[in-house]
Nanobody, 124 residues
Framework: QVQLVESGGGLVQAGGSLRLSCAAS????????MGWFRQAPGKERDFVVS????????SYADSVKGRFTISRDNAKNTVYLQMNSLNPDDTGVYYC?????????????????WGQGTQVTVSL
């Protein structure tokens, strides 16, 4: 497994933007499918977006299409999530995850490496 550390979360007003980063260590990310999930208080961990090993294929949850963009820099062993036009429904802990296959639609069980999460709070 690869070790993943998220950063970039915080408090932002509705309509604002945040950029999350997921830095990997212990192993190269270049062969991994990478994803972002989020979990609101009292709710399940939901799929947000994923990107294949090359960055040429992506898969987005309907709720974030057109607002969020995932990207990766394999040379830096880092994955990014650019989040624009944030709204309070985007509030939650955002988790970076790594998996070995590209078979959308994705669920949490498709990923076996997880970060500790970073809190994103969107206020009105």
């Amino acid at each position: 497994q690869v070790q993943l550390v998220e950063s970039g979360g915080g408090l932002v007003q509705a309509g604002g933007s945040l950029r999350l980063s997921c830095a990997a260590s212990g192993r190269s990310l270049s062969s991994y499918t990478m994803g972002w999930f989020r979990q609101a208080p009292g709710k399940e961990r939901d799929f947000v977006v994923s990107i294949n090993w090359s960055g040429r294929s992506t898969s987005y949850a309907d709720s974030v299409k057109g607002r969020f963009t995932i990207s990766r820099d394999n040379a830096k062993n880092t994955v990014y999530l650019q989040m624009n036009s944030l709204n309070p429904d985007d509030t939650g802990v955002y988790y970076c995850a790594g998996g070995r296959s590209w078979l959308p639609p994705f669920s949490a069980t498709d990923f076996d490496s997880w970060g500790q999460g970073t809190q994103v709070t969107v206020s009105l």
